[in-house]
């Protein structure tokens, strides 16, 4: 069983210590991949996984975050979780890493942040209950099948 590495403090704060891998640069620096590809791998992966109602959401020149943002939802924390880590590796298997990935802890709603696409994975309860589909009503969205997704 390995030990933990200890945290430093650096600058008063306590920071964990830098990987000893480094992964791939983010999405924003590889300039061969389109944003709109990053959104179907993660649709994919989401798929592969059984995530239901998956939709991606056009929102370029609507904010500054993203350009897309990849909706989908488990039944279960367990099934999220899955659903989160399978994007994360598959995205990562592509050479892309995100710069943000929030809410696996408590898995009800998962935030994976690619830069130019912003993934949400959430339990049905929390999918409801913030209602994104409904703030970007008027977006565009990407046909999203099970066909289409294994295209790319």
Same mark, same amino acid.
């Given at each position: $069983? %390995?030990?933990?590495? &200890? ?5 008063? =704060? ?8 480094? =992964?791939?640069?983010?999405? =924003? /620096? %590889?300039?061969?991949?389109?944003? *709109? ?11 592969? &996984? ?8 056009d929102v370029t020149? &609507?904010?500054? !975050?993203?350009? !897309?943002?990849?909706? $989908?939802?488990?039944? +279960? ?7 989160? *880590?399978?994007?994360? /590796?598959?995205? +990562? ?12 802890? *408590?898995? +009800? ?14 339990? /049905? *309860?929390? #999918?409801?209950? !913030? ?5 970007? $009503?008027?977006? #565009? #969205?990407?046909?999203?099948?099970? #066909? ?5």
């Open positions: $069983m %390995r030990a933990k590495p &200890k945290k430093k403090k650096v600058d008063g =704060r306590t920071r964990a210590p830098a990987r000893l891998k480094e =992964r791939s640069a983010p999405a =924003r /620096e %590889r300039p061969g991949i389109e944003a *709109q590809k990053i959104a179907i791998l993660a649709a994919t992966a989401g798929l592969d &996984k059984k995530a239901v109602g998956v939709e991606i959401i020149g &609507k904010v500054d !975050y993203a350009d !897309y943002l990849v909706l $989908m939802t488990g039944h +279960s924390d367990r099934h999220v979780t899955a659903i989160a *880590q399978a994007v994360d /590796e598959l995205l +990562s298997r592509e050479g892309l890493r995100p710069i943000s990935l929030e809410g696996l802890p *408590q898995a +009800s709603w998962v935030l994976i942040d690619f830069v130019d696409v912003v993934v949400h994975v959430f339990e /049905e *309860q929390s #999918r409801s209950l !913030y209602d994104l589909d409904g703030l970007w $009503m008027d977006a #565009r #969205r990407v046909p999203v099948s099970e #066909r289409a997704a294994s295209v790319s």
